[in-house]
C-alpha cells in the first residue's frame, strides 16, 4: 500500500492523506474512515464494497522447519506447530487443491497472532508453520531463502 499512497501523493499534492495499517475490523464511520481498503471479507453487509483484486493464502515455514519432517498428504500437516493468523475468517481451516482433488485440514494453533506480519516473524525462526498471502510475495521470498 505504502508505494501506491506516495504515488498518488505525487501525483496529487494538494490531497491529504492519512494511512492507516492494521489486520484488525474497525467501525470506518466512528473512526473518521473515508475510505478503506481491506483485504478479505466484509463482515458488515450494510458497507459497500467493490473486489479490486484478490489474494491467495500460503502455508509457510522456514527451511530448517522444512527440513525436520516429511509430508505427503496435507493431513500430515495438522499435527505441526502451527502459528493461526487470526485476521483470516478461517485461521485453522485449510483447504488444499491438486488437479481434482480438494482436501480440508484442521490445524492446531500453537501460537495465534492477529498482525499477518507479526505471523511471518513468528513462523521464521524455524520451529512453526505460519501462513502469508501474496500481498507481498518478494518479501516472502526473501524472508524464507
Not at 478461517?90 to 507479526?118: G, H, K
Amino acid at each position: 500500500m505504502v508505494p501506491v499512497v506516495t504515488a498518488f501523493s505525487a501525483r496529487y499534492p494538494a490531497c491529504r492523506m492519512e494511512l492507516t495499517l492494521g489486520d484488525e475490523t474497525i467501525d470506518l464511520a466512528s473512526d473518521g474512515m473515508d475510505v478503506a481498503i481491506r483485504v478479505g471479507w466484509p463482515a458488515d453487509s450494510s458497507l459497500q464494497a467493490r473486489r479490486i483484486g484478490i489474494f491467495r493464502q500460503f502455508m509457510v515455514c522456514g527451511a530448517e522447519f522444512a527440513g525436520r519432517f516429511t509430508a505427503g498428504e496435507p493431513q500430515d500437516l495438522a499435527g505441526l506447530p502451527f502459528v493461526a493468523n487470526m485476521a483470516l475468517r478461517e485461521p485453522l481451516l485449510w483447504q488444499f487443491s491438486r488437479a481434482d482433488d480438494e482436501q480440508t485440514v484442521r490445524m492446531q494453533a500453537t501460537i495465534a497472532i492477529d498482525a499477518t506480519p507479526a505471523v511471518l516473524a513468528a513462523a521464521l525462526p524455524q520451529s512453526h508453520a505460519g501462513t502469508e498471502d501474496d500481498r507481498n510475495p518478494a518479501a516472502v521470498r526473501e524472508d524464507l531463502q
